[in-house]
């Protein structure tokens, strides 16, 4: 509630007896008739500024002084408009609140702030300015820089002052700077001791002669003077009323616009309007007393309604509560959006439905127990709402057979039903979608076994078949349908998927692959041709192609072998490929297979032969050195190196190898050459014939 003038006009008559006279503070600007601010100069010692540590002194300082709204229940605004270094100040406040109650005067605070000034008193805690604390802690010895008695005044009548430096001035301590004397402050002027009184004596001399001269003296004209005086009173109050007449009709006039501008919530120029309507209401003296008091007292009525302190503050009565103005456009936004959603989940458009509700919480969320609904029922509606728009378009895309699509609609309703609360058809909607996921996932399992089995791509399309019949045995309730063309399907296409396999394994000479792949296509034959598939392919077909790729198998890994001269190794695997013949015996009849089977076993033959020439080459060259030196006496004592063991040729049972070596005595190399040879009925070796020894020089053979 504002301040009353007359209030004001107190606190101001006071202010200019205080300080009208006061060598210390001046008032040097006010605004508003009576003031609400006000620019007061001190003249005290306080510091402007610290640089390194010192502190320079000025003598002079304004602060501005603002009465809020609100005053004297507010603390007034007080700003310094010079710099001042102190604790209670920042560049934008004086800190006034701890001092500031009911039974200070505005007064009282000017002096205040002198004494905050000067450092007569300081903050120790919650401060503005710490380091302006540390400093005052610092140099508390220094402290207060002035003091002044700001109850004492000058005399009224003053002979011209005597200049008299503050305390100090002359010899200032270290932490104490004078500014440059370009920007110093007038020092405090004090009038000399006794001149008041002099001049005041001297001046009562003067007045009494001229009194005596004047006794002697006869009036003149006494009626002229009296008659003028009435003549001037009469203009002067004939102004007086005609102005009074004008003010208040202004005051009447004004106060007409202001009901229009609360009816429009224009509660900030009201209240322009009527401080207008208190001011012109002030300046009226004399007419219209009455009129005055009553419309003074309906702007106090309105100034005093809970309707205009509520709409100072942008605050508006809606459904009996005081709100602002962004709140009540909170409320109808959100009770539109209500609207809209409901209108659109009539319409079955459920997906913007649940996006107006869910705009809808957005605004909700600080409106409190203004919201037209709770927040939890508007977010349980947008979530009802996405669920419903979810399903719909699920049930949509499964009426048009795009089975993947529906899954994933269903999909994202089941976790929309994940994060509501569970009531009684919450479990009946959860099993339903899950049945409809299941279904288009099935669906969707098939078709994509459709179309791999229509391109021919038969591994997946027997994954597919795969995984739909899985799906069969997890599905709730009744099996799902054409389980057994699905089967079937599945089958064939699991056969040509290991038959075509294995033609291409054996077209690539992979034989391994080609065997394992047939051998599976021909365990599948049987429910392949049951399901209507693999009509042109016997089984008599797959063993063949089987048993072909185990003999050429047989046929390159002996040929790997002979290429690393593994003779052993090839007729294993030449035997193999004869034993896989005699297994299949009605395909392994056939005329190409006999005549496979006729080379194996002649080839083994040999091959034979060869590891056993090669054994006995290996049993040989194991025991060179004791046949050499048993066969050469004089070799007994010789270095034998360097043997070599060939086959000669086979006489009868007799199998002829050259054995050779070298000898090393006496640092001279000789060859030593020898027939050895074995008898394959007795088995027994012995020394052949043409067994002797080669000299040798220094060359070696």
Same mark, same amino acid.
């Given at each position: 509630?504002?301040?009353?003038? #007359?209030?004001?006009?107190?606190?101001?008559?006071?202010?200019?007896?205080?300080?009208?006279?006061?060598?210390?503070?001046?008032?040097?600007?006010?605004?508003?008739? +009576?003031?609400?601010?006000?620019?007061?100069?001190?003249?005290?010692?306080?510091?402007?500024?610290?640089?390194?540590?010192?502190?320079?002194?000025?003598?002079?300082?304004?602060?501005?002084?603002?009465?809020?709204?609100?005053? @004297?229940?507010?603390?007034?605004?007080?700003?310094?408009?010079?710099?001042?270094?102190?604790?209670?100040?920042?560049?934008?406040?004086?800190?006034?609140?701890?001092?500031?109650?009911?039974?200070?005067?505005?007064?009282?605070?000017?002096?205040?702030?002198? &004494?905050?000034?000067?450092?007569?008193?300081?903050?120790?805690?919650?401060?503005?300015?710490?380091?302006?604390?540390?400093?005052?802690?610092?140099?508390?010895?220094?402290?207060?820089?002035?003091?002044?008695?700001?109850?004492?005044?000058?005399?009224?009548?003053?002979?011209?002052?005597?200049?008299?430096?503050?305390?100090?001035?002359?010899?200032?301590?270290?932490?104490? $700077?004078?500014?440059? &004397?370009?920007?110093?402050?007038? @020092?405090?002027?004090?009038?000399?001791?006794?001149?008041?009184?002099? /001049?005041?004596?001297?001046?009562?001399?003067?007045?009494? !002669?001229?009194?005596?001269?004047?006794?002697? &003296?006869?009036?003149?004209?006494?009626?002229?003077?009296?008659?003028?005086?009435?003549?001037?009173?009469?203009?002067?109050?004939?102004?007086?009323?005609?102005?009074?007449?004008?003010?208040?009709?202004?005051?009447?006039?004004?106060?007409?616009?202001?009901? +229009?501008?609360? #009816?429009?919530?224009?509660?900030?120029?009201? *209240?322009?309007?009527?401080?207008?309507?208190?001011?012109?209401?002030?300046?009226?003296?004399?007419? /219209?007393?009455?009129?005055?008091?009553?419309?003074?007292?309906?702007?106090?009525?309105?100034?005093?309604?809970?309707?205009?302190?509520?709409?100072?503050?942008?605050?508006?009565?809606?459904? %009996?509560?005081?709100?602002?103005?962004?709140?009540?456009?909170?409320?109808?936004?959100?009770?539109?959006?209500?609207?809209?959603?409901?209108?659109?989940?009539?319409?079955?458009?459920?997906?913007?439905?649940?996006?107006?509700?869910?705009?809808?919480?957005?605004?909700?969320?600080?409106?409190?127990?203004?919201?037209?609904?709770?927040?939890?029922?508007?977010?349980?509606?947008?979530?009802?709402?996405?669920?419903?728009?979810?399903? $719909?378009?699920?049930?949509?895309?499964?009426?048009?057979?795009?089975?993947?699509?529906? *899954?994933?609609?269903?999909?994202?309703?089941?976790?929309?039903? =994940?994060?509501? @609360?569970?009531?009684?058809?919450?479990?009946?909607?959860?099993?339903?979608?899950?049945?409809?996921?299941?279904?288009?996932?099935? #669906?969707?399992?098939?078709?994509?076994?459709?179309?791999?089995?229509?391109?021919?791509?038969?591994? *997946?399309?027997?994954?597919?078949?795969?995984?739909?019949?899985?799906?069969?045995?997890?599905?709730?309730?009744? +099996?799902?349908?054409?389980?057994?063309?699905?089967?079937?399907?599945?089958?064939?296409? &699991?056969?040509?998927?290991?038959?075509?396999?294995?033609?291409?394994?054996?077209? !690539?000479?992979?034989?391994?692959?080609?065997?394992?792949?047939?051998?599976?296509?021909?365990?599948?034959?049987?429910?392949?041709?049951?399901?209507?598939?693999?009509?042109?392919?016997?089984?008599?077909?797959?063993?063949? /192609?089987?048993?072909?790729?185990?003999?050429?198998?047989?046929?390159?890994?002996?040929?790997?072998?002979?290429?690393?001269?593994?003779?052993?190794?090839?007729? /294993?695997?030449?035997?193999?490929?004869?034993?896989?013949?005699?297994?299949?015996?009605?395909?392994?009849?056939?005329?190409?297979?006999?005549?496979?089977?006729?080379?194996?076993?002649?080839?083994?033959?040999?091959?034979?032969?060869?590891?056993?020439?090669?054994?006995?080459?290996?049993?040989?060259?194991?025991?060179?050195?004791?046949?050499?030196?048993?066969?050469?006496?004089?070799?007994?004592?010789?270095?034998?190196?360097?043997?070599?063991?060939?086959?000669?040729?086979?006489?009868?049972?007799?199998?002829?190898?050259?054995?050779?070596?070298?000898?090393?005595?006496?640092?001279?190399?000789?060859?030593?050459?020898?027939?050895?040879?074995?008898?394959?009925?007795?088995?027994?070796?012995? @020394?052949?014939?043409?067994?002797?020894?080669? %000299? =040798?020089?220094?060359?070696?053979?």
């Amino acid at each position: 509630m504002p301040v009353s003038n #007359s209030q004001l006009t107190n606190e101001y008559d006071e202010i200019k007896r205080r300080f009208s006279a006061s060598p210390y503070i001046r008032i040097t600007a006010t605004s508003g008739n +009576p003031p609400d601010s006000y620019e007061i100069t001190y003249q005290v010692k306080g510091i402007s500024q610290v640089t390194d540590g010192r502190a320079v002194i000025v003598d002079s300082h304004r602060v501005s002084i603002v009465l809020p709204f609100g005053y @004297p229940h507010f603390p007034p605004n007080c700003k310094p408009l010079t710099a001042i270094f102190h604790p209670d100040f920042d560049p934008d406040a004086v800190c006034v609140g701890d001092f500031w109650n009911s039974s200070h005067s505005l007064a009282d605070l000017i002096v205040h702030i002198g &004494r905050l000034i000067s450092y007569q008193a300081y903050s120790r805690e919650d401060v503005f300015n710490r380091q302006a604390l540390d400093w005052a802690t610092a140099h508390s010895d220094l402290l207060p820089l002035d003091r002044a008695d700001f109850s004492v005044q000058a005399p009224e009548e003053a002979q011209p002052a005597v200049v008299t430096p503050m305390a100090g001035q002359d010899g200032l301590p270290a932490a104490l $700077a004078e500014p440059d &004397r370009a920007g110093q402050a007038p @020092p405090v002027i004090a009038p000399a001791a006794g001149q008041g009184r002099e /001049k005041r004596e001297a001046r009562g001399e003067k007045l009494g !002669g001229a009194a005596g001269k004047s006794t002697g &003296r006869k009036m003149r004209k006494p009626l002229l003077a009296l008659l003028c005086a009435v003549l001037l009173l009469a203009a002067g109050a004939g102004a007086l009323l005609v102005l009074d007449q004008r003010n208040y009709a202004g005051a009447v006039q004004k106060w007409a616009g202001v009901a +229009p501008l609360i #009816s429009q919530n224009r509660f900030s120029e009201a *209240q322009t309007q009527v401080k207008a309507v208190q001011d012109l209401l002030d300046k009226v003296r004399f007419l /219209k007393k009455e009129e005055k008091q009553a419309l003074r007292q309906e702007v106090g009525k309105l100034t005093d309604s809970r309707e205009f302190q509520e709409g100072l503050q942008g605050k508006i009565l809606v459904n %009996g509560r005081y709100i602002t103005s962004r709140q009540q456009q909170d409320v109808k936004a959100v009770t539109g959006l209500l609207a809209e959603a409901r209108s659109l989940a009539d319409a079955g458009k459920w997906q913007k439905a649940g996006e107006s509700y869910a705009m809808a919480a957005e605004k909700t969320e600080g409106l409190g127990d203004l919201a037209p609904l709770p927040l939890a029922e508007i977010e349980q509606l947008a979530q009802k709402s996405r669920l419903q728009g979810q399903l $719909a378009e699920g049930n949509l895309f499964r009426s048009e057979q795009k089975w993947e699509q529906a *899954q994933g609609h269903y999909q994202e309703a089941q976790k929309i039903l =994940a994060g509501m @609360p569970k009531d009684e058809q919450w479990e009946a909607t959860s099993r339903e979608i899950r049945t409809l996921t299941a279904e288009m996932a099935f #669906s969707a399992a098939v078709e994509h076994g459709d179309q791999f089995f229509a391109g021919k791509q038969w591994s *997946q399309a027997a994954d597919s078949y795969e995984n739909a019949l899985k799906m069969i045995d997890n599905q709730e309730g009744e +099996p799902a349908r054409d389980v057994k063309k699905i089967t079937g399907q599945r089958d064939v296409a &699991r056969f040509n998927s290991f038959y075509e396999a294995g033609l291409k394994d054996f077209s !690539g000479g992979q034989w391994d692959a080609a065997i394992a792949n047939l051998e599976k296509s021909e365990g599948l034959l049987a429910a392949a041709g049951a399901a209507g598939g693999a009509r042109e392919i016997s089984r008599a077909t797959i063993e063949r /192609k089987i048993l072909s790729a185990m003999v050429n198998r047989g046929e390159a890994v002996a040929a790997a072998y002979l290429v690393e001269e593994k003779y052993g190794q090839a007729v /294993k695997a030449l035997q193999a490929s004869i034993s896989a013949i005699d297994r299949n015996r009605g395909v392994g009849a056939e005329k190409e297979f006999a005549a496979a089977r006729k080379s194996a076993a002649e080839r083994i033959s040999r091959y034979q032969f060869l590891a056993d020439i090669q054994q006995k080459i290996a049993y040989l060259l194991s025991r060179y050195e004791t046949i050499f030196k048993g066969f050469f006496p004089s070799a007994a004592q010789s270095k034998l190196s360097e043997p070599q063991i060939t086959f000669v040729r086979q006489e009868g049972n007799l199998l002829i190898f050259k054995m050779q070596c070298l000898e090393e005595n006496r640092r001279q190399k000789f060859t030593l050459e020898m027939n050895y040879q074995y008898d394959g009925k007795s088995g027994q070796w012995s @020394p052949g014939h043409q067994a002797g020894g080669a %000299g =040798a020089g220094s060359a070696g053979k």
